[in-house]
């Protein structure tokens, strides 16, 4: 079958801009609008070396294709920077992307990461970090900004190099540069499943003071109890979803599908409450991403059309405020 070409889709010429589509605004700026970039990190090299099922590289087109149809109700501009492909050196593409990250929080804008293995997490950081230090750099007067990372997952994600790194090791790198640069590490890891995280991973989440919150215990009222100690005590957030955190009936598509998962409906209920949390707690929601889609292993486009969604309510709810 033949795949639909990116960024096309239905035209209700009847309705004017009243019936645009995202395909029909991707790329048309306009003054005075936030703006909010799409980069994609097609990549499943950390996925192979993880043992997981590869293809998870097509997820970025897979997303792309998932959204081009969507009805646009955001007040902002949508911007496809399109993918760094990983082809050879997972380091070098992670940092390629980071890059690019870097660049547009330079200029104080949203980004939304298109995965791709959950390697695009040590990218997104470092394209975070990186932008972090350069405003502290330049603002000699003002304190380094503090950083929180909130991930939803079935996986810790926290596992040790041995030796080289993939898409279960970026949190551990998180850590380990935290712990470099002498920074606290803030990381919240919302849908854990006890079955596919090992003894180690526990003492290691233990050891690293990272919070989180089993896949049978989530729900909005738990995870605001977990969270609002961390917001208070940060600058910048970066949320992360993998979309092996949904159960395996609405997301087959991904690298490791989860045996139980977590709902979507607290998944998107806990975004719309970190939007309008950064106010309370004084934070901004810097960037988010979405990983681990495998459009080889989807059934009818259900993952695909998840992680469409999950982005979806990623703009309405940052730009809604």
Request: with cysteine.
């Amino acid at each position: 079958m033949t795949e639909q070409p990116v960024w096309q889709g239905r035209i209700d010429k009847e309705d004017e801009q009243l019936g645009w589509r995202w395909h029909q605004v991707v790329n048309q700026t306009a003054d005075l609008l936030p703006n909010c970039h799409l980069i994609g990190l097609a990549s499943d090299l950390g996925v192979a070396a993880n043992k997981g099922r590869i293809g998870a590289k097509d997820g970025p087109r897979a997303i792309r294709n998932a959204l081009a149809n969507l009805a646009w109700h955001t007040q902002a501009n949508l911007l496809d920077d399109g993918d760094i492909v990983a082809t050879n050196s997972l380091d070098k593409s992670q940092r390629d992307y980071a890059q690019k990250v870097h660049n547009a929080l330079l200029n104080k804008d949203f980004i939304i990461g298109l995965g791709g293995g959950h390697e695009i997490a040590w990218g997104s950081y470092l394209g975070l970090y990186s932008a972090v230090e350069h405003a502290h750099i330049n603002n000699n007067n003002q304190r380094q900004k503090r950083i929180g990372v909130i991930n939803f997952d079935a996986h810790f994600d926290l596992r040790k190099p041995a030796p080289f790194t993939s898409s279960g090791t970026p949190f551990r790198q998180i850590h380990q540069h935290c712990t470099a640069h002498n920074i606290p590490f803030n990381y919240a890891c919302l849908g854990v499943a006890k079955t596919a995280n090992t003894q180690a991973l526990f003492a290691f989440a233990q050891h690293s003071d990272t919070r989180y919150l089993l896949d049978e215990h989530c729900s909005l009222e738990a995870a605001q109890s977990l969270l609002v100690p961390m917001l208070e005590s940060i600058d910048e957030l970066y949320v992360t979803v993998c979309m092996d955190a949904f159960p395996p009936y609405m997301a087959p598509g991904v690298s490791a599908p989860s045996s139980l998962g977590i709902s979507a409906d607290f998944v998107i209920s806990t975004l719309r409450w970190l939007a309008k949390a950064q106010v309370q707690y004084d934070f901004h929601w810097a960037l988010s991403d979405v990983a681990e889609l495998n459009p080889v292993y989807d059934i009818d486009n259900r993952t695909a059309k998840l992680a469409a969604r999950v982005i979806f309510e990623m703009l309405q709810a940052k730009f809604s405020q």
